[in-house]
């Protein structure tokens, strides 16, 4: 029983594309778990597979094919109404604002001019269209009032009159200036701005309330480590070798560890309690046994059985058969 060979290590090629077919089918399966089709009042998700690709995978050079999935959402009947009715006003209120803001271009190019003397012409040009009539009545008013009174034009007393009438208009267009100011520009931002807020209101469309889908708690398969496996399917190998190697190496000192006596006595009709513990390279059994009145353990191969096999390492001895323990050796 010689030193037999190691065992073969694993391929790292083989043994990286079994892990990653392990990994993509775990994935696979992992996914094929959480695709879970829901049924809601709202409408509807499935998932279904719609092809393959193929992957190869850069190290082994092994392709894989992964499934395609598509997710279909289906609303139901009245959701499906209302978003047909959603999606027609968008449309319609698209293209008002669409139409609404061909002129933008030209109306956004003219900047806002909020200083002090913009707005107070504004504010002034407002203010006559109220305050002018009014003050033309009560100039009538006050000429005729002159008139009656038999003051002549031109005299102290009408210029006096007068002066207050014009002093009257001044102040009441002094006070619009000073407190109309902060509305005047308020209001022309807003008219300003109404052409943006109409086309900004348009674009704003509602939305079709969507289903709402339960986050399906799913179990996830655990990824086997099939190169862990491997490799300690090895190193369990490894070590029975080991074991067996160190035990063969036991059975071998003993069997050829008898010094200087080369010769031994073989003839199995000389021995007893013989019990088989290995077998040499060749093919020879090795045994267990005791010499006839000796209550010795012995550990040797049985001389019929070695003439079988190397003639040459057995002789005969008044009818005894011997091992030439040296040309065994040579012949394992």
């Not at 047909?84 to 319609?92: G, I, K, P, S, V």
């Amino acid at each position: 029983m010689g030193k037999s060979k190691a065992p073969k290590p694993p391929d790292p090629r083989e043994t990286s594309a079994a892990s990653t077919a392990t990994n993509v089918g775990t994935a696979i399966a992992n996914a094929n778990l959480g695709n879970v089709n829901q049924v809601t009042p709202d409408g509807n998700l499935t998932y279904s597979q719609s092809g393959t690709y193929t992957w190869k995978d850069p190290y082994t050079g092994k392709s894989y094919d992964i499934p395609k999935y598509t997710a279909t959402q289906t609303l139901s009947q009245q959701q499906q109404a209302i978003k047909n009715q959603t999606d027609a006003a968008e449309l319609n209120l698209g293209t008002l604002a669409n139409n609404q803001s061909a002129f933008l271009g030209d109306y956004m190019s003219k900047p806002f001019d909020g200083s002090n003397e913009a707005t107070e012409a504004r504010l002034m040009e407002l203010g006559r269209k109220r305050l002018d009539p009014m003050f033309a009545d009560r100039q009538r008013a006050l000429d005729q009032k002159l008139a009656n009174q038999g003051i002549a034009i031109g005299s102290r007393a009408y210029d006096t009159a007068q002066r207050g009438q014009v002093q009257g208009e001044n102040d009441a267009y002094n006070q619009l200036l000073l407190s109309g100011r902060g509305q005047a520009f308020s209001e022309a931002q807003a008219t300003r701005n109404q052409p943006i807020n109409e086309i900004t209101a348009l674009l704003s469309g509602s939305q079709v309330s969507q289903p709402n889908y339960v986050n399906t708690n799913m179990p996830t398969i655990p990824t086997t480590d099939t190169a862990g496996l491997i490799n300690e399917n090895y190193n369990q190998k490894m070590a029975g070798w080991q074991q067996q190697n160190a035990a063969s190496q036991g059975i071998m000192g003993g069997l050829f560890g008898l010094g200087s006596k080369l010769i031994g006595l073989s003839d199995m009709r000389r021995k007893e309690d013989i019990r088989r513990i290995g077998t040499l390279d060749n093919g020879l059994p090795v045994y267990s046994y005791r010499y006839r009145g000796d209550d010795r353990v012995q550990i040797g191969v049985l001389a019929q059985e070695v003439e079988k096999v190397i003639p040459s390492a057995v002789f005969e001895i008044g009818g005894t058969k011997f091992v030439d323990h040296g040309k065994l050796a040579e012949a394992i």
